[in-house]
Structure formats: C-alpha cells, structure tokens
C-alpha cells in the first residue's frame, strides 16, 4: 500500500509525468513553425516544478517514499531545482536555434526535454540502485533521440549512433556492478547497502569487483578520462541545442547519483574508490587540458575542457575522507565538489548560449575561427562569452575561481603530501587550460572580424543570455549564498 | 561605505557605466565622462591622505564586512603608512593615462577608458586588502583588463606579448594560491593577514611559502631572471598601458614582498636574504647594461623600470628602515618617473610611429618645450638630485652602505649605467641636427599634452625637494614592520 508520505516525496516527479503527456498531447494541435504554444506550457510546468523543488529544499526535510525506493532531502532537492532551470534556459536558447533546423516540425524537443528532466529527478532522487539505473535510463533514452533529431543530418546521426552504442555499454557496466553490490549484499537499498558493507560480514572482493563496474559506468556517464572518448564526439556532433541539454544539466544529476552509490551506498569502501577517482581525475585534467589545446572547434574544445572540469570535480569528491576518516572532512570536499558542478552548468549554459545566438539558418557558427571580432561586431555577447570562459579558466572574479579554490581548499586541508601533490598538479593544468581559454577571448577581441553584420537574438534569449552571463560574475563577487547552500544541503545528506 | 570602498568601486563604477553605454559614434562624450570618473576618484583618494594619522602603525580607514561565511573570508580593507601612498599614485597615474590617451585611441574608446578605470580601481583594492584571499582576488583580476589593453590596442606583435603577459604572472600568482590556502589550512581557518602575521611556522614551511610568494612576486617586480617578459610586453602594449604597468602593476609585485613574504615568514626571509639580494644586484648591474644597447626607446625604459626595481628590492631585504623606507620610496618615485618617461616616449610614438632610437635625432630643434620635460625626466630617471629619483635611490645605497659596504658600492655604480643609457639616449633622441624629414616636420606638444607633461613634473620636482610627506607617513608603519621581522616565527 502506498503511503501518503510517499506522495509527498515524489510529487514534482508525478506533475512532470503527467504535464510531459499533457504537452504531448496538446502539441498535436499546434501549428505553428515556433510552437509557442507548446514552448509556453513547457515552460510554464517547468517554472511551477522548480518553485516546488525549491520550496521542498527550502524545508529541509529528509523524508523516504515507496518503501525507501526514493528519497527527498536537501542536496537532491536542490539538484533538481537547478536541473529544472538549465533545462528552461537550454529551452529559451534552443528554441529559435532549432526552428530553422527542422528540428521544431514536431513537439519532441520539447517533450523529449522534459522526459530527461523526469529522468535527472528520478536518478537524482532514487534511493535503490534499480531506481537509479531505471533514471538514468530514461535520461539517456530522451538524450539519444534528441541527439538524432535532426535525421537528415550525417553528423548529427553519426554522433547519435555513437553515444548510443558507448551509452549502452557503460549502462551495461553499471547494472553489472549493481548486480554484483546484490550478490554480495543481499540488497539493492542504498542504506541496506551501506549497512552491509560497514557491517565488515560480506567478501571484500567480490564488493571491489562490483565496485569497479559501477565506478566505471558513473566515469562513462560524467566523462572521465579514460571513458570520454564519446564526449568530443557527441558534443562536436549534435545540434548546439542538444549538446547544451545533454552537456549541461544532466552532469548535476551524474553529480547526484555518484553521492548517492559512492558515498551513501559505499562510503566504507571509500579507500578503493579514492584511489579509482584519483586515477581518473588525474587523466582528465591532464587529456582535457591538453587535448583541448588542439581544438579548432569550440564545441569540442568546450568538450575536452568539460573533461578536464570534470576532473576536478571528481578530485573533490575524492577529498571527503582521509585515511578513512570521513567524520572531519567530507561536509567540506563534497560541498565542494556540489558548488563546482552547479557553477559549472551555470557557465555551459551561457557559453553554449552564445554558440547558438551566433549560429544563423545554414550557418553553425562553431569554428574558432567564427568568433573572430566578435567584440567589434557585438561588444555584449563578446562579453558573455568573456566572462563564461575566464570562469572556466578559474581567474577571479568569476564565480569559476571559488569553484577551483573550493577544491584545492579540500584537497590541502587533508593534510596529505598526496593529496597536496594533487593540488600543484592540478593548479598546472588549469595553467594550461587558461591558454586555450585565453586564446578564444584574443580570437573575439583581438583578430579581425571576418564580417562587419551584428548579431541578432530575441529579446528573450538576450534577456537570459546577459542575466546568465552576469550571474556567472555576480556569484563570483558574492559566491557565498551558493556557498552556504551546497554545505548545508550537504551537511544534511551526511546527517552531520 | 568606507572612502576605501569608494576609492576602489567609483572608477569601477565609472567603468561599468562606459562599458554599458558608450559607443564610438560619441567618443567625446565617452572620454569627457571617463575624465570626471578618474577627476573623482582621484579627489576621493585625498581625503585619505588629509586625515591619515601617521603617528600609528596600525590600519586606518578599516572597514570589515563578512564576505564568504564558509571560508572566513572577509571584505576587509584598510591602509598604513606603507601602502597609503600607493592609493593616491594609483588614481593620480590613471588620471594622467586617461587625459594622456585623449586624442590617441580611436577605436572601442569607451572599451578603453573603461579598461583603465577598472584596473585603477583594482589595483586599489590589492593595496588596501588585508585578507589574503580578497589580495588574491584584486591581484588576479587586474590581469584581465591588461591583458585586453595590450591585445586590443597593443603594437604589431600585440598578442604574443598579451599571452607572455598574462601566463607568466599567472603562473607565479596560482603557487601564490596555494601558498595562501596552506596558510588558512595552517591557521585554523582564517585568511586575515594579521592572523598570518602572527602564525609561528615551521623552517621548511616558512621557506615553501616563501617561495611560493616569490613566484607570484618575483615575476610581477620583476626580478632577474624572470624579467624577461617585461620588454616584451612594454614593446607591444600601448602607450597608457605602458605607463600603468611600470607606475603601478610592477609595485603590485614589490608590494607584496612587504605584506606578505617578509611579515609571514621572516626566518625565511632573513635566510634567503643574500640570494634576494644577489638577484637585485643583477637586475640593478647587469639589466642596467643591457639596457645601454638597446635600439628601442621602449625597451630601453622597460630595463632600466627592471633595473630600478632591483633598488626596491635591494632596500626591502637589507632589513634597515633606511632601506625599506628608501625601497617604497622608490617605488613611488619610480611610479612617476616611468609613467612620465613612457608617456614621453608616446609623445613621439604618435607623431613618427616608431619607438627606434635610430628613427630620431634633434627633436629639440623642433619640440623644444617637450624636450625640456624629456630633459627634465630624464634626469630624474638617472636619480639627480632634486628629481624624485634621487630620493629613494640615495636611501637605498646608503642603507646597503651601512649593511655592508661592497654590496653598497655596487648598487651605486647603477646610478653611473643609469646616467649612461638615460643621458645617452637622450643625446642621441633630442639632441644633434635635425636628423630626417620625420623629426622636421614635428609640432610641439599641445596644451593637453602639456598638462600631463607638467602634472608629471611637478609631481616629480615636488618629490624631489621636499620628500618628508612621502617618508613621513610611512616613518612608524617600516619600523613596525622591522620590529615584527626581526622576532623569529620559529616554533
């Protein structure tokens, strides 16, 4: 029998479902080449969905739902606020970029967009391994058929096919070191989990075996070195729109099911997956950094330096327990690790806002070569773009350098030369990765633009685009809300 | 808010408002707004001087906000006699940058002016800061708005020195970085500098940090042998952004040296003082002798502004309050000089379009008002009496003299190569017969150009004859600063 608290828990889940089959339906009536009609309910659901989650964050509640299937706490709750919102600014950026593309002769944009919000949410909130898979499924499922939107086109189809095929083996890697973790605990609840392996009863290496698998399946899904080899690819590939909605606000759910199996189902195994993390945060930084350097084109270059973000990411994760300690340190490294991944979205989104405001019909401007000048033909959007990559670079004011200093913070209060060793290592590579940074901003304000036209958007995607870009630099001079809020939400998952 | 906060937000501000509105189709408009920015935020910065106490060393004018609650970081703010006058150097050379640079940048002006109030006030907040992370946050920041200075309206290989600029200052400043998240990590969690000041520390760590500092300011002063960028980007970069770098950015570096190497780890610092004073005295000999061969004007200021550095740097690490007051002295008569010599320079960069020695000869014949000031800043470049470059120079050698006499003796022979190149490039720039038909068709200096030629002057005579406001102030704050580094952190 289901319980009237689990409705409570699941409830902006359900208005999702049933508003993603409404607009749906609605949208067989709408004619028009930009759907308004439909982009406006989409938006209206989504805006009500995020009011919801914020309000639920804002009550602090930890509460269980479906016989501890789901759970609604802070830090998730706060994820997929977040997740709701890029999700609407993908939206507004998307929607007149995809028009002329032929990508709007249906409603699936619209409501293959808010099947994979529904799939963030359940991942984000699934409290059993099944729950989560099931999530991320639905996640990957919309992300495939909204990256093969565009049918016609080879590179987009190619880049379909690929992310399909890796997709489905590091989701075949996941639910065999699922299936492993059930063998070897008897249960697929993330808490029953934890109880059984601090309970020290079960064999350490069939835990390791399982372990591996679901390290390696979360690796795939955030881009980890040596699982990124789909990420330039797809990125480059697909339709700029997609690109940001798959880049974009499912890395905060990625974030969110890698607290919840490594840290809430696995913490006590938390010495071998350390050492995993630290291998894939190293190459990250080290292929990213580099590899971008090589780039002619921004999405892929964007690629690689999502890459090399990641890693830094992932070191903060790594940093929440030293020498099996986790009492003193773990609040502070995966709060870290939370305001890096929230800032880090907040930056794609305006960066890859600028892409497609530039990108005219039959023109994607992606090249670095089409940013040439920008600042001579469009002082604003040069300065958007200005600001999103100096943040990624982590050069202060942005709302970037806290994310990095965050990290680093972590890393060096452990006290470990390895650890600190890690640090200087990965403050050389954001030295590297400031060159190819800096080079896209000399390209925009130094070289000569290649045609004198300005640059024309919508006033709604301008209004968002310069509210975007402004946020990145706000929080960088007040980041201290954000702040708060990551250690809070945190500090309520670890029920410290 | 504070006049600190005012002195660093108005020409931020003033900034901002430009970027958002003005465009190249009212350029006259644009720079008549950005002179009343710099006119009022150099008139706020008096009023700190007007009420500064200078019997106390400790902080005045302090303002204290919390920032980030999760790092205890804080808006923390506040001057002493060491770095008062740097607030005011820094809004007065703005403002002569931006009368200077009326005239002669065409494109983006707004973009430009806008760049130049941002980076005053900046650099503002690297001075007053006293918390480490808000330090940090200034002293990155202003890499920024340089870096578009010299890339947007920089000379022909602009941007291989923008690049050189911006990756070697990073470099040194991201070990800074770590430097100051150990400290907060050492310190229980706190990035207020008087906290750090107080921290005893272990040998090794003091000596890790405090050549983690050295990276970050080394690069900036520059120090030999990481100096090599500074010619570079002198070259490249426009006239103004010339100007600031010398007279302010470079004293970023020095600065530091003061509120951050000596105070945090002074056990390390009395241990590597020969090697600090080893590479000044290279950059004051050696960098002075090269830049007697240089062909270009602009290179040539740039290692002589290298090898005037060596003196600041001398003066901080022979621990005298002789010669760490005859450092900052330096520095703010350095400030003057160069920005006054690099503007020169600019002068004729406009009319000839080209900074070669070779390129010129006699252009006193036909700018004799303009080769008076060139004169008269030359000589303060070559530290004649009575010029704001004496002043520091002669406190520097007479506090090395004291310390040990060779050391002394050396750091005086600069003052001959300063004479060298200095004199001799004037001789072969200004003086002769009329070398070419680009030098007779020169036009005197107009009134604008005049103005900031005389405000320059004045400001360097008036140094020159009367420094006691300049010492005055600082008198209580360096021998503060002495007692402080003489007490070993050794725990």
């Not at chain 1, 905060?252 to 006590?268: D, H, K, Q, S, Y």
């Not at chain 1, 497609?356 to 070569?369: K, V």
């Not at chain 1, 943040?391 to 202060?396: D, E, H, R, Y």
């Not at chain 1, 960088?476 to 702040?483: A, D, E, F, Q, R």
């Amino acid at each position: 029998m289901i319980d009237k608290l689990s409705w409570i828990t699941a409830y902006p889940e359900v208005v999702l479902l049933v508003m993603a089959c409404v607009i749906a339906i609605i949208d067989l009536g709408v004619k028009t080449p930009l759907r308004t009609a439909t982009y406006a309910l989409t938006m209206l659901t989504l805006a009500v969905v995020a009011w919801m989650q914020a309000d639920l964050a804002l009550g602090a509640q930890t509460t269980y739902g479906f016989e501890n299937m789901v759970v609604s706490d802070a830090m998730g709750n706060w994820l997929k606020c977040f997740a709701t919102i890029a999700v609407m600014v993908t939206m507004v950026y998307g929607r007149p970029y995809a028009a002329p593309r032929d990508m709007l002769r249906g409603g699936e944009f619209f409501t293959l967009s808010i099947f994979s919000l529904l799939g963030m949410f359940v991942m984000i909130s699934g409290n059993n391994f099944l729950v989560i898979y099931m999530g991320l499924e639905l996640l990957t499922l919309s992300c495939y058929g909204m990256v093969a939107l565009r049918r016609d086109h080879v590179v987009a189809t190619e880049a379909a096919m690929k992310y399909f095929v890796l997709g489905a083996m590091a989701s075949g890697f996941l639910l065999y070191g699922m299936s492993m973790m059930y063998g070897a605990t008897g249960s697929l609840d993330v808490n029953a989990v934890f109880k059984a392996i601090a309970s020290g009863k079960v064999i350490h290496q069939v835990l390791v075996f399982g372990l591996v698998f679901i390290v390696a399946g979360l690796a795939f899904k955030l881009g980890a070195v040596p699982f990124h080899m789909w990420i330039p690819d797809v990125y480059q590939g697909a339709p700029t729109a997609v690109t940001l909605m798959v880049g974009g606000a499912p890395k905060l759910a990625a974030f969110a099911i890698t607290m919840r199996l490594l840290v809430e189902g696995m913490l006590p195994l938390a010495l071998d997956w350390q050492q995993m993390l630290m291998v894939l945060a190293v190459g990250s930084l080290l292929i990213g950094n580099l590899a971008a350097i090589a780039q002619t084109n921004v999405k892929r270059m964007l690629a690689f330096s999502t890459i090399s973000q990641i890693g830094f990411v992932l070191l903060g994760v790594m940093s929440g327990v030293v020498n099996g300690n986790a009492l003193s340190f773990a609040a502070n490294a995966y709060s870290s690790a939370m305001f890096y991944i929230i800032t880090y979205v907040l930056t794609t989104l305006a960066s890859f806002g600028v892409i497609m405001i530039l990108s005219r019909e039959g023109f994607e401007s992606e090249e670095i070569a089409d940013f040439a000048g920008l600042n001579a033909r469009s002082p604003l959007y040069a300065g958007v773009m200005a600001v999103c990559l100096l943040s990624l670079a982590g050069i202060p004011p942005m709302v970037g350098f806290y994310a990095k200093l965050a990290v680093l913070q972590s890393l060096i209060a452990s006290g470990e030369s390895l650890y600190l060793g890690l640090a200087i290592f990965a403050v050389a590579m954001s030295l590297i990765g400031a060159f190819y940074y800096l080079r896209l901003i000399k390209v925009m304000y130094f070289d000569e633009p290649i045609t004198a036209s300005g640059v024309v958007a919508p006033l709604d995607v301008r209004v968002v685009l310069c509210a975007n870009g402004a946020l990145v630099l706000i929080l960088g001079i007040l980041p201290s809300g954000l702040m708060a809020l990551c250690g809070s939400a945190i500090r309520q998952m670890l029920g410290t | 808010m504070g006049l600190l906060s005012l002195a660093i937000w108005m020409p931020i501000a003033f900034g901002v408002l430009l970027l958002a509105w003005g465009r190249d189709e009212h350029a006259n408009a644009v720079r008549w707004f950005a002179l009343v920015g710099a006119i009022a935020s150099f008139l706020v910065t008096l009023p700190l001087y007007a009420h500064f106490d200078a019997s106390t060393a400790a902080m005045q004018y302090v303002e204290k906000n919390s920032w980030i609650e999760r790092f205890n970081v804080s808006y923390h703010l506040g001057v002493d006699g060491i770095s008062l006058w740097f607030v005011l150097l820094t809004a007065f050379i703005n403002l002569v940058v931006i009368i200077a640079s009326w005239e002669v940048i065409k494109r983006n002006v707004n973009q430009y002016m806008a760049a130049f109030l941002i980076l005053s006030g900046l650099m503002i907040g690297v001075f007053c800061a006293l918390d480490g992370l808000l330090f940090y946050v200034f002293f990155e920041a202003t890499l920024i708005p340089m870096y578009l200075i010299i890339g947007i309206w920089g000379g022909p290989n602009k941007i291989y020195a923008a690049f050189k600029f911006f990756l070697y200052t990073l470099l040194g400043s991201l070990l800074m970085l770590v430097a100051l998240i150990y400290l907060y990590t050492r310190s229980g969690g706190s990035f207020d500098l008087a906290t750090w000041h107080a921290l005893p520390l272990s040998g090794s760590a003091q000596t890790l940090l405090f050549f983690a500092f050295f990276a970050a300011f080394a690069v900036k002063v520059p120090m030999w042998p990481v100096h090599t960028w500074l010619p570079d980007v002198h070259v490249e970069a426009p006239t103004g952004g010339s100007a600031v770098l010398a007279a302010i950015m470079l004293k970023l570096g020095a600065y530091g040296f003061l509120r951050f190497s000596l105070p945090i780890a002074p056990d390390a610092a009395h241990e590597w003082a020969g090697f600090m004073i080893a590479l000044s005295l290279i950059a004051v000999v050696y960098v002075g002798l090269v830049a007697m061969v240089q062909q270009d004007m602009k290179k040539l200021v740039a290692y002589s502004s290298v090898a005037h550095m060596g003196f600041v740097t001398l003066g901080f690490f022979i621990f005298s309050s002789l010669g760490v007051s005859g450092g900052i002295v330096q520095m703010i008569s350095h400030g003057f000089v160069s920005a006054a010599m690099f503007l020169s320079i600019g002068v004729l960069y406009d009319r000839v379009h080209s900074r070669e020695i070779a390129s010129y000869g006699g252009v006193v014949n036909t700018m004799p008002k303009f080769a008076a000031f060139a004169l008269f800043f030359a000589m303060a470049n070559c530290g004649l009496p009575g010029t704001a470059g004496f002043v520091g120079e002669w406190m520097v050698i007479l506090g090395a003299v004291k310390f040990n006499f060779w050391i002394g003796f050396a750091a005086a022979s600069a003052l001959i190569f300063g004479a060298a190149y200095t004199l001799w490039m004037f001789k072969r720039v200004y003086l002769g017969p009329v070398a070419n038909g680009h030098v007779k068709a020169l036009v005197d200096i107009n009134a604008r150009e005049f103005l900031v030629m005389a405000l320059l002057a004045v400001a360097v005579l008036y140094m020159g004859v009367y420094p006691k406001p300049f010492t005055d102030v600082m008198d209580v704050s360096v021998a503060q600063l002495l007692k402080h580094v003489a007490i070993s952190k050794l725990n």
